[in-house]
Nanobody, 127 residues
């Protein structure tokens, strides 16, 4: 079982930056791909970014490419989402996700690839 705890959300003005962190429990963190999804009020959950278990592959939604960056620290069981040039449309609850332990080194964009989800952290971008 894996527990994921997000932190770093908050209120920021448009154009500002935030860094989200996700702490994962367990000893198999380095064998899991990690991802970030978000859900805005009245909208479906959508993919934001993913990183493979080694960090060798990264995948981003078109809407955040060039503005967001995902990274991981396997020694500390942490994954990060650096968000720059934030826009009001980035306002959402952001969820950290993890796959089951795998030997594949991939960064998938669909939610069905992920078996563990955090509780989410709110990001609000004011105009």
């Amino acid at each position: 079982q894996v527990q994921l705890v997000e932190s770093g959300g908050g209120l920021v003005q448009a154009g500002g930056s935030l860094t989200l962190s996700c702490a994962a429990s367990g000893r198999t963190f380095s064998n899991r791909a990690m991802g970030w999804f978000r859900q805005a009020p009245g909208k479906e959950r959508e993919f934001v970014a993913a990183i493979s278990r080694t960090g060798g592959y990264r995948n981003y939604a078109d809407s955040v490419k060039g503005r967001f960056s995902i990274a991981r620290d396997n020694a500390k069981n942490l994954v990060y989402l650096q968000m720059n040039s934030l826009k009001p449309e980035d306002t959402a609850v952001y969820y950290c996700t993890a796959t089951t332990a795998t030997t594949f080194d991939s960064a998938r964009a669909y939610p069905q690839a992920y078996d563990y989800w955090g509780q989410g952290t709110q990001v609000t971008v004011s105009s």
